[in-house]
C-alpha cells in the first residue's frame, strides 16, 4: 500500500485513473441517500494553518435551511482537521443512525466520516499517508470526491488555496487541479465549482484546534475580537454555497450568509448541532506553557511561511494535543515594532514546548520590510 501511494505520488496519475480510483473507493463502504435533490458540501484542499471556514459554512447553510451534511476527516499533516477543532466542541464519533437522525432534524452535521463508513478504504490509505507527509494531487482529488458522494452530496463547493507555501504554489497549477476536479466530479454526476483562494498566510488566528475553535466561537458570537479575514472568506464560501440553491438569484448569496451570521441565526444553529452531536463537557484549554516568539526588528511584514507555522504548531503537540498550536498576533502588511510578540506558542508537554520553541528561534515563519513611512 506505501508502495502504490508513493508511486502515485511520484509518478502522477492520468485523469481516468482518478476517476476509477475515486469510483472504486466509494464502493469500499456505504453510500448514504438523503432522498433530496439538493445535499450541499464543501471542502478545502488544506495546506493553510487556521482555516476552519466549513464550521462557520455549516450553521449559516443550515440555517438557510439547506441540507449540509458535513464529514471530514482528522488531520493528515496539518495541525488540525474539521474534525479535530469541532471534537473540542462536540462529539464527533457519530453511529450511521445518530448522523441521519441530526442532519434529519438540523439539516446539517460537523462529524468525522471514519465512523460512518464512507469509502472506508480512504481511511486507511490517509494512516499510511501521514507518516510519510505524503498528499499528492491525484489522490487528494479521489479522497475528497469519494468521501463527499459516499455522504451523498450532489453540489459541491472545492476551496484552492493558492501562495507560494500553500499547496499550490501558483494559478497554473491552481487551474490543472480545478480541470481534475471537475473531470472526475463530472463523471461521477456531481455538480461541482472549484473556486481559487488567497493562501499567502494563515486564516485566523489560532492555529490548533483549541485556538481555532476560538476563533470559529468568536465570529459566530459576531465578537468584536474575531478574525475578520476567517469571517470573510466563509462569508464568500458560504454565499456561493447558497447560490446552488434555485430560489437565491447569482450574487445574493453573500448578502444572505452575512445576515445570517449578524442576526444571530449562525450561532443558534451551531448551538443546536452541537447539542444534537452532544457537547464536550470537559472543554480543553489552550495548552498553559506558553512563549511569545518577539520581532528581531521594527518593519511591516511582508511574508509569513505556512509550512513553518504548520511545523512549529505540530512541534508544540497540535492536533493530538487539541490546546496545543499557535496563536498569531500580526498578519501581512501589519507593521510591528521590535520586540513585539509576533505570535505564541502553546503547548501542553515540556518537551513539545521545547521543539517548538527551538523550531521558532531558528526559524520564525515571519519576513520583515522596511517599516511604512510616518507622515506629517
Known sequence: MAAFLVSCAETGMERDEVLYLTRAMVETGKRLDWSEPLVVDKHCIGGIPGNRTSMLIVPIVAAHGMLIPKTSSRAITSPAGTADTMGVLAHVELSPDLLHKIVR???ACLAWGGKARLAPVDDILISVERPLSLDSPGQMVASILAK???AGSTHLLIDIPVGPTAKIRNRSAALRLRKLF??????MGLQLEVIITDGRQPI????GPVLEARDVMQILNNHPDAPADLREKALQLAGRILEFDPDVRGGQGYVIARDILDSGRALAKMEAIIKAQGDNP???????????????ASGTITDIDNLQMTRIARLAGAPMDPGAGVDLHRKLGEPIKQGEPLYTIHAEFAADFRFACEAATKESGYRLGAAEPTRE
Open 204 to 207: 485566523g488566528r489560532g492555529i
Open 105 to 107: 432534524r438540523e439539516r
Open 182 to 187: 471537475e473531470y472526475a466530479g463530472d463523471h
Open 148 to 150: 463527499k458522494i459516499a
Open 282 to 296: 470537559e472543554t480543553p484549554l489552550p495548552g498553559n506553557l506558553q512563549q511569545p516568539v518577539l520581532a528581531s
